[in-house]
């Protein structure tokens, strides 16, 4: 059992939030291992490099990804006008994907039998900051 006042524990909670820009998407439906390595690719990268490496990568998690990119660097430079984020000294401080809800469908195969087949999705998250 936390100690204190419910407003004290959640005054305490969002006084430890994190203030770095960042940007969510969930139910993506890509699954999380075909997500991850795309987001291996441009981890600890500059925005402008990881923007060119996104563009240019033929896999599906690619596109939505650059389209999460290019909002983290809109909400960095729109909703922090206090710290006056700039574009060019952004970089990738993280960036990781959890696993979503799956849907299951079922696939008719010989002799009457199904086969299940699971659309898997996920949370995608990537969180810039400063050089």
């Known amino acids: 059992m936390a100690k204190g006042h419910r407003s004290q524990i959640k005054r305490e909670r969002n006084a430890n939030k ?3 820009p960042s940007a969510k998407v969930s139910y993506a439906r890509v699954s999380v291992t075909k997500a991850c390595f795309v987001l291996d690719a441009i981890r600890g990268k500059d925005v402008q490099t990881a923007l060119a490496i996104l563009a240019y990568n033929p896999r ?3 596109s939505v990804i650059e389209k999460l990119l290019k909002s983290a660097i809109a909400n960095a430079e729109n909703n922090y006008p206090e710290k006056n984020y700039k574009a060019e000294n952004l970089y990738i401080a993280e ?3 959890n696993k979503g809800p799956t849907m299951k469908r079922i696939q008719p195969r010989a002799q009457g039998r199904a086969y299940r087949i699971e659309k898997r999705t996920s949370h995608i998250t990537i969180v810039l900051d400063e050089r």
Request: with cysteine.
């Open 95 to 97: 960036c990781y994907a």
């Open 60 to 62: 599906y998690a690619s």
């Open 18 to 20: 994190d203030t770095r």
